[in-house]
């Protein structure tokens, strides 16, 4: 589900457990994002080179299997084609004209029945790309219909795209497999750095971000979400809080405000990893009535001073102005070693 971009007041804040310094808010500018641009057209030129044998994830996660894949991508921007088990997986990806060596990653996750394209025109991630020197590559989901319920969707059979958050193994979800197989592509065609690879994505996108970050956290710099967060309590539609405040404390006073104390072992999506835990950028509005801030405040108070929470002022089920370019600022730089 999926609107529209608002210019509106942005409050930045740390909750008591996270960090206290307050990072800088880049105004809602249209001026700074790209136009809306079509599907790019297969690059023909330098074809890919296809990975018949294991492709080396790494050293960030030795105890993995190597994922295997044949397609490939080129030194260029476009659409390509990973096979993955039989099955062809698409990724959407764009180069900035200048490519250094060692480019971090940025990994984009669309909302239910969006798409990567959806995604990257939405987020505006091609000219923050373009701008910051990060490698983008949005990533297209498939349809899961049949797949057991979770917290997000109840009846997953009412919806076409969205992302496993479910499977919190790396070697059987087939969308964590497709992440790696993105990773390990973009390492080899690419050249992107290992230690600086960043998952972002709204709404169900923004759960799998999460999901993304705790089961791969060996190789995941830093993570973002967009009207996700974390359902420690039933489903995403037993909380229909919305509120006023700006702030997770202040939202916590309000009437309907739903506490999310449930055990975190009793959860249906992933718990933090026992070990490293990557660092966060958390967006969220207050009017939000498809996936209430409530669940963001969650998260953040999970990961304590791991995370920065922005609370977005009157905004509803949209992306947060400049989410990129906002999340680029409190993440960049951090590694896997931080």
Partial sequence: MRTSLRALCVAVFALA?????????????????????????????????????????????????????????????????????????????????????????????????????????????????????????????????????NADHRSPDLYARMWNIVDRDPTTNRDLVFVRAVIAESQRALGTDPLRTYAMGHSNGGFFAWHVAATLAPQIAGFASSCAGVIRCGYRSECTFRGAGTTCAALATEPGWCAQTCAPSTSRMALAPAGRVPRAFLAHGNRDDIVSVAFTCALGRELGDRATVQIVDGLDHALAPNFVRNAWSALSRFTTRD
């Fill in 17 to 149: 457990a996270c960090r206290s310094t307050v990072i800088p808010v880049v105004a809602d500018d249209a001026s700074s994002g790209d136009a809306p641009r079509p599907v790019d057209a297969p690059i023909t030129a330098d074809a890919p080179v296809t990975a018949d044998a294991p492709v080396d994830i790494g050293t960030t996660t030795p105890a993995l299997p190597a994922p295997r894949y044949t397609g490939g991508f080129t030194r260029a921007s476009g659409t390509f084609t990973l096979t993955i088990n039989g099955t062809a997986r698409t990724a959407r990806v764009h180069v900035p004209p200048t490519l250094a060596a060692g480019a971090p990653l940025v990994l984009g996750f669309h909302g239910t029945n969006g798409s990567a394209d959806d995604f990257a025109t939405e987020s505006r991630i091609d000219g923050a790309s373009d701008e910051l020197g990060f490698v983008a590559v949005t990533l297209q989901g498939e349809d899961l219909q049949g797949n057991p319920a």
